[in-house]
C-alpha cells in the first residue's frame, strides 16, 4: 500500500513562479523524504526532515512537516526549466521499509 | 560522491527467460533494496537485503529472487519471465544507521515480449 500520496498530481508553472508540492501519509513516521526523478532516470535524494523537526531548507528548497495533520510540503522558489521532473515524498516509520508515494510531476515552462 | 551502478538501461528478453538485473554500490552501505516502478504506482519494493547474504521479502516478491553474496553487488533475479514484469526496476543502497537516504541508480527498464 502507498503511504504518501502528493498532491498535486501534475503541475505546470512558468519559470520564476514558486512551486508547492503537499504530501499527506497515514501512519506514524521517523522521517520523511523527498527525491526528484527527471524522465527515465533514478530518484535523488533532496532533503530529509526528522519527526521532531518542522522545517528544513536547502537552497530554493524548502520543506515543512505538520506531524498532527500527517503531511508535509515541498516549497521550490524561483523555479527554473531545469527543475522539470517528478517528486517524491516517501516516509519512513522503522522497520527497513521505506513507503514512496506515486509522485508530483512539475512542469516549468521557459 | 556515492555512485549505484545497474549493469544495463535497457533490457528486452522473452517470456519463461531467467532474467538478471545487477546492481553494484561503491560505497559500502549495508542495505540494498530493488524496486519496481510503473505508472500512477509509485516505487513498490520487491526485496531487500540488509547485509551480505540477508534479504527480506518487499510488498511483491512474487516471480523474483535475489542473491546477495558480496556487501557491494545486489542481483535481482526473475525466475521465469512474464509480460507483467515489464517495467522500470531501480536499485537503491543507504548507511544502516540513523535516517539516512537512499542513493538510487538510473534504472534498468525491462521490457518482456
Known amino acids: 500500500s502507498q503511504q504518501g500520496e502528493e498532491d498535486p498530481q501534475a503541475l505546470s508553472i512558468q519559470e520564476g513562479e514558486n512551486a508547492t508540492m503537499n504530501c499527506s501519509y497515514k501512519?506514524?513516521?521517523?522521517?520523511l523524504q523527498w527525491y526528484r526523478q527527471n524522465s527515465g532516470r533514478g530518484l535523488v535524494h533532496l532533503i530529509l526532515?526528522?519527526?521532531?523537526?518542522r522545517e528544513k531548507h536547502s537552497g530554493r528548497l524548502r520543506v515543512t512537516l505538520d506531524t498532527s495533520k500527517k503531511s508535509s510540503s515541498l516549497l521550490i522558489t524561483a523555479s527554473r526549466a531545469a527543475d522539470t521532473a517528478s517528486y517524491f515524498c516517501?516516509?519512513?516509520?522503522?522497520?527497513?521499509?521505506?513507503?514512496f508515494g506515486a509522485g508530483t510531476r512539475l512542469f516549468v515552462k521557459a | 560522491d556515492v555512485k549505484v551502478t545497474q549493469s544495463s538501461r535497457y533490457l528486452v528478453k522473452r517470456t519463461g527467460e531467467k532474467v538478471f538485473l545487477e546492481c553494484v554500490q561503491d560505497?559500502?552501505?549495508?542495505?540494498m533494496f530493488w524496486y519496481r516502478q510503473d505508472p500512477g504506482l509509485g516505487l513498490r519494493l520487491i526485496y531487500f537485503?540488509?547485509?551480505?547474504?540477508?534479504?527480506e521479502k518487499g510488498d511483491i516478491p512474487e516471480g523474483y529472487s535475489v542473491s546477495r553474496e558480496k556487501k557491494e553487488r545486489f542481483s535481482l533475479i526473475l525466475e521465469s519471465a512474464s509480460t507483467n514484469q515489464t517495467s522500470m526496476y531501480l536499485c537503491?543502497?543507504?548507511?544502516?544507521?540513523?535516517?539516512?537516504?537512499?542513493?538510487f541508480g538510473d534504472g534498468t527498464r525491462l521490457s518482456i515480449l
Open positions: 560505497m559500502d552501505h549495508e542495505n
Open positions: 526532515i526528522r519527526s521532531n523537526e
Open positions: 501512519t506514524s513516521i521517523n522521517n
Open positions: 516517501a516516509t519512513e516509520g522503522g522497520g527497513f521499509k521505506t513507503i
Open positions: 537503491a543502497s543507504r548507511w544502516r544507521e540513523g535516517d539516512q537516504p537512499q542513493h
Open positions: 537485503s540488509y547485509d551480505v547474504k540477508m534479504k
